[in-house]
């Protein structure tokens, strides 16, 4: 299985615009995290789906920030419009449902926003 | 609400020497508890997890944790480190109703030769 994968790498865009970050789980996970990672504030749960049905968004940081989850193969982290305090590395993770104690993270979204 | 507090940031050490890492976590159910470990520019990998039973618990890779309940602690302990080591390493708690995950603000552990 090739994990979970994130896209893009790297994102740099300029303030206001929008931004979507991508996530595919690894097949047959039933749940899915978004993460932000700062310096600041190490690791924030940011939203996590089961099934994909969103179950807690408390960490989404304001109105700027939207998340889906269409199917159970795809997922998408939408900012707009961006600011530069958005700038963090964000982390996809999923989950199987047979395996409920270990998460299987992506390799990031590096985001700046200038 | 859970939370979990990593006090040390940043942790040098030479390579040989003994390490821990310490965590200490507030919840008011039974948990999960968890240590995570990441690598430069990777997502964070399972280093190892205490579910039940016995309060020691070890990695492949010589690292250990020891749940504490009555001090809410979940410190990681490597008797001798090596320069590979250098990461940064999560403790995490996780409620076993939800399997929501909390982790802790991080320590970047850094070995000297």
């Known amino acids: 299985d090739a994990g979970v994968i994130q896209s893009p790498r790297h994102e740099v865009t300029e303030m206001g615009q929008e931004v979507t970050l991508r996530c595919k789980p690894i097949s047959g996970h039933n749940s899915l995290f978004w993460y932000r990672q700062t310096m600041m504030r190490g690791l924030e749960l940011l939203i996590y789906?089961?099934?994909?049905?969103?179950?807690?968004d408390s960490g989404m940081p304001e109105d700027r920030f939207s998340a889906k989850m269409p199917n159970a193969s795809f997922s998408t982290l939408k900012i707009q419009p961006s600011e530069p305090r958005d700038s963090a590395v964000y982390f996809c993770a999923s989950r199987s449902g047979t395996d409920n104690e270990k998460l299987f993270f992506g390799s990031g979204t590096q985001l700046s926003v200038l | 609400a859970q939370s979990v507090t990593q006090l040390d940031s940043q942790v040098p050490v030479f390579e040989e020497a003994p390490v821990e890492l310490r965590c200490n976590y507030s919840?008011?159910?039974?948990?999960?508890l968890f240590w995570y470990v990441q690598y430069p520019n990777q997502g964070l990998q399972l280093l190892l997890k205490y579910l039940s039973g016995s309060t020691l618990v070890e990695s492949i890779n010589g690292f250990e944790a020891e749940f504490n309940k009555s001090q809410t602690s979940f410190h990681l302990r490597k008797p001798s480190v090596h320069i590979s080591d250098t990461a940064e390493y999560f403790c995490?708690?996780?409620?076993?109703?939800?399997?929501?995950?909390?982790f802790g603000t991080g320590t970047r552990l850094k070995v000297l030769a």
């Open positions: 995490a708690v996780s409620d076993p109703g939800t399997y929501k995950y909390i």
């Open positions: 919840s008011s159910v039974s948990v999960y």
């Open positions: 789906f089961n099934n994909n049905v969103p179950i807690d």
